[in-house]
């Protein structure tokens, strides 16, 4: 039972414009919501994260946006650049601390 | 400042053995949470642990696994008598206090054991 989807495996972007990455979840219950960066072969890295009470949260070069009518979140980076190519996860808490996690977007940055 | 550290990277292991995968946390941090990925998933919570005691195996099959963070020591995953469908990515989180009360705190990852059932 996947309560968090992520429907775009992959996603290309040129460098300098935006990329955005889209997450949906349906567990109403999910409280706060977190996006992680992987590399092969490495441990998922923590990116940013935000609390059901706002909407957005930004840091940097990257924004995550809220939609909690919609049980919607989306990543937005931008300037992409081609380090930032990674799978990247989207992951929901419930009232506990576990993650749940999607099955994660590849972003490829071309130059 | 080391990160959570997990041993071996890699693990070979024959239907039947047993895999025993070890996670030492950030250093101060006393919650440990294990996942698991299979190939082309996202990672699944498997257990959660504090010092000593095991908080929440609710995400861990009921057969032949089993976790432990003892006071001292690193915390160690264990599969007994291994299949083919334990193959995996298993991925160590650490931090310092539980859940994300006030949004204050994360799971820190480690890089992974990558155990391979023949």
């Known amino acids: 039972d996947q309560q968090v989807k992520q429907n775009s495996p992959s996603l290309s972007v040129q460098e300098g414009r935006i990329s955005i990455l889209n997450c949906d979840y349906t567990?109403?219950?999910?409280?706060?919501f977190l996006w992680y960066k992987k590399y092969p072969a490495e441990g998922p890295t923590f990116l940013i994260s935000i609390s059901s009470i706002k909407d957005k949260n930004e840091d940097g070069r990257f924004t995550v946006f809220l939609n909690k009518s919609a049980k919607h979140l989306s990543l937005h980076i931008v300037p992409s650049q081609p380090g930032d190519s990674a799978v990247y996860f989207c992951?929901?808490?419930?009232?506990?601390?576990?993650?749940?996690f999607g099955k994660g977007t590849s972003l490829l940055v071309t130059p | 400042n080391a990160g959570v550290m997990q041993n071996p990277r890699h693990l070979v292991r024959r239907r039947g053995q047993e895999a025993r995968l070890r996670c030492s946390p950030v250093?101060?941090?006393?919650?440990v949470y294990w996942y698991r990925q299979l190939p082309e998933e996202g990672l699944k919570f498997m257990v959660y642990l504090q010092k000593e005691n095991i908080i929440d195996e609710s995400g861990m099959p009921k057969e032949r696994f089993s976790a432990e963070f003892p006071k001292e020591g690193p915390s160690i995953l264990r599969i007994q008598q291994v299949v083919r469908g334990d193959s995996a990515a298993y991925f160590c989180a650490s931090s310092p206090r539980d859940g994300f009360r006030g949004g204050q705190e994360t799971q820190y990852f480690g890089p992974g054991t990558r155990l391979l059932v023949l």
């Open positions: 992951a929901a808490v419930d009232p506990g601390y576990a993650l749940n």
């Open positions: 250093k101060g941090h006393s919650h």
């Open positions: 567990n109403s219950m999910f409280d706060y």
